[in-house]
């Protein structure tokens, strides 16, 4: 009763701030705060990790922050990478007591220390702001992301960090793809390698989210689907079917809920169109 009283504020609060910077308020809703400028990637794109480095906020300086900045509901923490900060949990902690009615906190990692960040996301969800979301990011299918990542193998542990978040109550994890001149056109081959993950996380990937998007992924799931033979071999090819703890029925039954939406979310491909759910659970 407490915490949903106390995210009905912190929401009413978040609201009334969107509105008044809408009405033209100079006050920020949403802040973000570079943690650090340390990175374990090496995009070229990017080179923040070349970059000498600046001292970096602690806990109090962000807490400072935000006392003086009242409005602010949204707390967005980047970097670099943040979690190769070992205080990442005390910048959290010390957010929350300066505005104990932050609505919506998140930040982007790259994924690359799953047990560092499940750790992390353990404390922090305990602070129990009412939003709490991870976005781990992806440039393209494996061995272009570990290209432009400039780290081998960066592709796979992105996916188990995300893995390891997804289906949580807790915090909501995404994947976020930050399309450039350099991944230009690879949005769909991406989707091929996120197929085992959409059989454990239907709902997830899919939906809520953009539809044309949605679609794609789906189309691509049945044309997969259809390349293969029948629905038989398509679920020997389907990573479930090997797993000792899954029929293979289970496992068709799977790759048909996945293919199930896919009429409807075909139908909202064009720009402009309404979202529509493109799997359900
Ligand atoms: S992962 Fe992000 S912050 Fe790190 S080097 Fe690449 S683009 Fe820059």
Known sequence: MRSALRSLRAFAGLAAAVARANLGSARPFK??????ERCDCRCEICGIWRKP?????TPDDVARFLRGAPSVRWLN??????????DVEAVCEAAVAAQPLLAVLDFPTTGQRTERIVAAVDRIAR?????FFVTVSVEGPPALHDRLRGREGAFERALTTYAALRGRRDVAAFLGLTLSDRNE??????FPALFELSLEHRDALLSPGDARVASL???????????????RRSSAACPRASSRSRSRASCVRSCR??????SRSSRSRLPGSRP???AST
């Open 31 to 36: 802040a973000t705060v570079v943690l650090t």
């Open 53 to 57: 480095k600046a001292p970096e906020p």
């Open 77 to 86: 923490l980047t970097g670099g990478e943040i979690f190769l900060r070992d």
């Open 127 to 131: 602070l129990g702001v009412p939003r």
């Open 185 to 190: 056109g690879a949005l769909e081959a991406t």
């Open 217 to 231: 992924f789906a189309s691509h799931f049945v044309e997969e689907s259809k390349a293969r033979a029948d629905i």
């Open 257 to 262: 809920a996945i293919a199930r939406p896919t």
């Open 276 to 278: 529509t759910r493109a």
